[in-house]
């Protein structure tokens, strides 16, 4: 085991394979995506939403192959930090890492804007008790310490917690799905909904458009390599952590779309029906109660607040893992390696990730004069351009370890290659045309933390004289 500085014993491998995918489920939190991007996606594109997550699965799959690639040579603590480095070089390695760990901290900000957006919701829908915005900031701050609460806590107990919420979620809103599908395909909708395929159309839809909605398709996807900050407490790393990351990859795209066809068949496609399906505040929660049974939406947003605290202990978890790594290499300060006494777990890591969340939510409430849905976007925006940027990293590596390889392997580095080019177009639909108002914000503040991530990589990698360099795992 590798020891952290300070303590007695090192990170202990009690993680199997359901239990990474928990990680990289949650990190996801595909409950909370699906009720809320869908419908942005559908002011690009129409009703073809569901046509653009199957297209989405392309881009993904280049991204989860580079992946595939270097988590099948190393079990880290420190995600990309130890994976590029190991294969691309120190420098590489640290500026990945830097990356991964903003976005993973901005992912805990995101992710407490939703859990206080959705509780205040199921709230006033059940008492008709005004929230309010000062109280839907009060609950985002009970959810980062609630969040924190169970991320410091073992691996193994904290992924079964992540799991059993995150799956809850997802099995009600599949059932909701599957009953909505059955009425629509027996007598229809209330005003004559049906199933027709013919709806995914692309009528009208520009390739901006179009690149903006798959852009936010490949977005509802990221975390999906969450598992791989938890190498060193996952048994069998090298074949679990990648089977975790495919895994993850195709269950949450499946659901996606599935959730989307249903829902634009549910709501329909003429004029009016789209403009009620981007208006909706929670797709599968207003599909519940139209082709269930009313009330049963408030339990769905409910789940989505549920979601939302899942995927936050989730960010919180790897992110404190990537910040460990950092500490015991000695390129960030090393007390952030000292494991809990009673948890073997970095609780301090994790609870620097909470406070730099809770940081970017506060920040972010002056340019949206603190309107909690427009946190929400700001904070979403921004991670958008932070995780890009370390995909971008990722695929880097991957194309290096195949091209070494030679033969086969050369061939096999145009996928990450790919992966490359892919993410340096979601970054161009991600920043441009550039917004106005608050809205320029996100992409400016996302731009500015990769080039000060990148210079802060460089220069704690100098201080310390790269000793990170990953070895292959013994237990792997």
Known sequence: MVKGDGSKKGLVRNLGLVGAVAVSLAVVGPSMSVSLNPQAMAEQVGGSVPIVYLFGLVPIATIAVAFVVLTRRQGTAGSLYQLVGMEVGPRAGAVSGMWLLAAYCSFTAITAS?????????????????????????????????????????????????LGMEGLTMTLITVTVVITFITLITVGGPEGQSVDFSDFRFQGVTTEGLGLALTFA?????GFEGAAAAGEETRRPTRNIPLAI??????????????????????????????????SASLPGEIADTYVTQGLGDYIT??????????????????????????????????????????????????????????????STIPTSGQPFSVFELTSDYAGVLISSAYGAACLGAVVVLWRRGGRG???????????????????????????????????????????MAVVGLLVNRRGGGAHGATPNPES
């Open 114 to 162: 939703s859990f206080g957006i959705f509780t205040a919701s199921f709230i006033e829908a059940v008492t008709d008790v005004n929230v309010g915005n000062p109280g839907t900031f009060a609950l985002m701050a009970l959810g980062m310490l609630t969040a924190l609460f169970f991320s410091v806590r073992p691996a193994r107990r904290a992924s079964h917690l992540l």
């Open 218 to 222: 490949i977005l509802s996807t990221a």
């Open 246 to 279: 495919v895994a993850t990859a195709l269950l949450v795209n499946v659901f996606y779309i599935g959730v989307s066809a249903v829902g634009v068949w549910a709501f329909g496609i003429s004029p009016n029906d789209l403009k009620a399906f981007e208006a």
């Open 302 to 363: 409910l789940g989505g607040a549920i979601s939302s605290l899942a995927c936050m202990i989730a960010a919180q978890i790897a992110g404190g893992r990537v910040m460990f790594a950092f500490g015991r290499d000695g390129l960030l300060p090393r007390r952030l390696s000292k494991l809990s006494p009673v948890w073997s777990t970095p609780a301090l890591a994790s609870l620097v990730t909470a406070v730099i969340g809770s940081v970017i939510v506060a920040l």
């Open 410 to 452: 050369r061939l096999g580095s145009l996928v990450p290659a790919a992966g490359i080019a892919i993410v340096i177009a979601v970054l161009y639909f991600s920043l441009f045309p550039l917004p106005s108002g608050w809205e320029l914000v996100a992409p400016v503040a996302g731009v500015t933390t990769v080039i000060v």
